[in-house]
T-cell receptor, first 111, second 117 residues
């Protein structure tokens, strides 16, 4: 059965800390892995990863994929209170046009 | 990226009634998806809305409960029928955005927060 597992489920840090969020997957015919940030209702797109070992970076956020070990990490450096959100990982399969979502990591950044 | 709007943004309904949620995209898209996110949980795919054919439902979801329309390439509706409190969720519409051959991104609408009393 295809599955996407995120850890930790929740995390509390202080401003300025660096956090690493994990996403492991068991999905046949892997096509891509996506990270989303969800603050209220709609998830907003962060990164899409398709190739192993190539880091994607956007400001203080970065992400990398390991297709051999079947996981991805999302790093946030110098965290701010505005980073508080649920971070979702999703994996897409070839030919199925479906995205399998993990349960999310709830990040709380305290001042 | 595609701009997606949903109506209503939220609603409170009585059990036994039905609610239709609309999703409008600012460009033509092939694939539109409907997700449900129950309180404290992740997103669960309800169905894929195909233009010109019936929607494809995931395990655990049926057409009688969640009828879907897809009259054209920019619009879809999801109806939550005969609602019960267990249907209280956020309902999200999403679309695929073609990046390049063999690669798609997925974008979400703002969501509809439904509370069933």
């Amino acid at each position: 059965e295809d599955k996407v597992v995120q850890s930790p489920l929740s995390l509390v840090v202080h401003e300025g800390d660096t956090v690493t969020l994990n996403c492991s997957y068991e999905v046949t015919n892997f096509r891509s892995l996506l990270w989303y940030k969800q603050e209220k209702k709609a998830p907003t797109f962060l990164f899409m990863l398709t190739s192993s070992g190539i880091e994607k970076k956007s400001g203080r956020l970065s992400s990398i994929l390991d297709k051999k070990e079947l996981f991805s990490i999302l790093n946030i450096t110098a965290t701010q209170t505005g980073d508080s959100a649920v971070y979702l990982c999703a994996v897409e399969r070839y030919n199925f046009n479906k995205f399998y979502f993990g349960s999310g990591t709830k990040l709380n950044v305290k001042p | 990226s595609a701009v997606i709007s949903q109506k209503p943004s939220r609603d409170i309904c009585q059990r036994g009634t039905s609610l239709t949620i609309q999703c409008q995209v600012d460009s033509q898209v092939t694939m539109m998806f409907w997700y449900r996110q129950q309180p404290g949980q992740s997103l669960t795919l309800i169905a894929t809305a195909n233009q010109g054919s019936e929607a494809t439902y995931e395990s655990g979801f049926v057409i009688d409960k969640f009828p879907i329309s897809r009259p054209n390439l920019t619009f879809s509706t999801l109806t939550v029928s005969n609602m019960s409190p267990e249907d209280s969720s956020i309902y999200l519409c999403s679309v695929e955005h073609w990046v390049r051959e063999g690669l798609n991104e997925q974008f979400f609408g703002p969501g509809t927060r439904l509370t069933v009393l």
